[in-house]
């Protein structure tokens, strides 16, 4: 079975999202996700002009040597560009893998491990309150695990925060230039225990509870917020620090009892080798789309549950519902399976572009058992919604020092 065909479509259905298409010379086709945000065209080229012409004529069915073809071949390695490309090759590769085998995918995985995938859903506010009204109506929803993001008073925008004058990125509007965002760690740090007493207040302790730093704060502050918040029983606190340097993460680990974690943009194993090698961290958040496919994905999984880690899988709107269909089956067959995060499956248009039936009851989402990843790409929807260059923030101390967004 050889791959006679790679096309690469950009689409745009309120966000831009990169899709290869892989086609074999016997009809079967498999699609995966490519999407790096604020930098989609860079993986497109490097796809096209880089990539595809090495894999036509190549056997579809040796997914482990066409990765290793691309990653240990390539001599540069790693890189997120790079990986992004090799996801998606990876991801349509198994896709095709079980549409042959007439199986799913997390069949060909070994299996399932739960009946069913536990979410946690987004709860974000222009105050604490809003906040924590946005949790009802989740938990009455039927949602067990609620992220809590609240706007912090004074400071004009706030991660993960929409509203009136907030700019939430998520949504990727108008952007052909990076917008700029400020950050004090004081008036974050005014507000955020609030945030917690009156969840626990409000929802007792029968509702788990997330909440993303989105790497503002250096490690030692880290450590305090850590302290702060360990009584308020958290699932996990999420990328507090940077970990380029992995040894960061000792420093808040010898304060803080609070479970840690990481891993969205990390783009291969050795991004996380030492802080799972070391227990540093309790949640590994690594993307399908953005750590080189679910032939990582599984590796990392088997690696992380050796030290007592579970996956999380990110699960951000910049990633396409490709990614998301991809962690369904890794999550369902993971016995060291943690939390998926959801924020649903994006707008009408893009439900019309991304086709799969995945269905959400209770806070559950229950993977498809169709052939593959059970998702399917209508191109020539795509094609209505073209491209628009659009940036992520840039983020700013009050100083004017750049800091981490
Ligand atoms: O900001 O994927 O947990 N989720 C996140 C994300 C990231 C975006 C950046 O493109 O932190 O929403
Ligand atoms: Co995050």
């Known amino acids: 079975m050889k791959i006679k065909e790679i096309k690469v479509i950009v689409c745009n259905p309120g966000r831009n999202f990169v899709t290869v298409k892989i086609i074999t010379d016997d009809g079967i086709y498999g699609i995966g996700d490519a999407t790096l945000n604020g930098r989609e065209m860079a993986v497109v080229t490097y796809l096209e002009e ?3 012409p090495c894999l036509i004529g190549r056997d579809a069915q040796n997914i482990e040597d066409i990765w ?92 993960g925060v929409l509203g009136d004058k907030k700019d939430y990125f998520e949504l990727q509007g108008d952007r052909p230039l990076p917008p700029e965002q400020e950050w004090s760690t004081q008036k974050y740090f005014n507000m955020i225990e609030d945030l917690f007493i009156k969840a626990r207040a409000r929802f007792g302790n029968n509702v788990e509870l997330l909440h993303d730093v989105h790497s503002r704060l250096t490690p ?7 302290k702060i918040l360990e009584k308020y029983n958290l699932l996990f606190l999420e990328d507090a620090s940077i970990a380029e340097n992995q040894d960061n ?10 479970p840690l974690a990481i891993g969205e943009t990390y783009n291969t194993i050795w991004d996380c080798k030492d802080l ?32 007592n880690v579970k996956t999380a899988p990110h699960g951000a709107p910049d990633l396409s519902p490709i990614c998301f269909s991809a962690h369904m089956h890794l999550n369902i067959w993971a016995p060291n399976f943690g939390i998926q995060e959801f ?28 052939p593959g990843l059970g998702i399917d790409f209508d191109e020539e929807e795509a094609k209505k919604h073209p491209y628009k260059r659009s940036y992520l923030p840039v ?9 981490n967004w």
């Not at 390695?77 to 199986?103: E, H, S, T, Y």
């Open 343 to 370: 924020v649903g499956f994006g707008n009408d248009i893009s439900k019309k572009i991304f086709k799969q039936d995945i269905s959400v009851e209770n806070g559950m989402a229950y993977v498809s058992e169709k």
């Open 68 to 159: 290793q073809y691309l990653y240990r071949g390539v001599y540069w390695r790693k890189g997120a560009v790079n990986m992004a490309a090799i996801a998606a090759i990876d991801m349509a590769l198994w896709d095709i893998k079980g549409k042959v085998a007439g199986l799913p995918v997390y069949q060909l995985l070994g299996g399932k491990s739960r009946k069913a995938v536990t979410l946690y859903a987004h709860a974000n506010g222009e105050n604490v309150e809003h906040t924590l009204d946005e949790a009802e109506r989740l938990i009455k929803e039927g949602f067990k695990a609620i992220r809590l993001q609240s706007a912090i008073p004074d400071l004009a925008v706030t991660y």
């Open 249 to 258: 993460y000792k420093i808040i680990r010898q304060h803080t009892t609070i």
């Open 50 to 52: 880089h990539v595809a």
């Open 276 to 307: 799972i090698q070391n227990q540093l961290i309790d949640y590994i958040r690594t993307a399908a789309t953005h750590a080189g496919g679910i032939t990582p994905m599984r590796r990392i999984a088997d690696f992380a549950s050796l030290y």
């Open 220 to 226: 030692i502050e880290s450590a305090r917020l850590g």
């Open 395 to 403: 983020c700013r101390l009050e100083d004017g020092t750049l800091w």
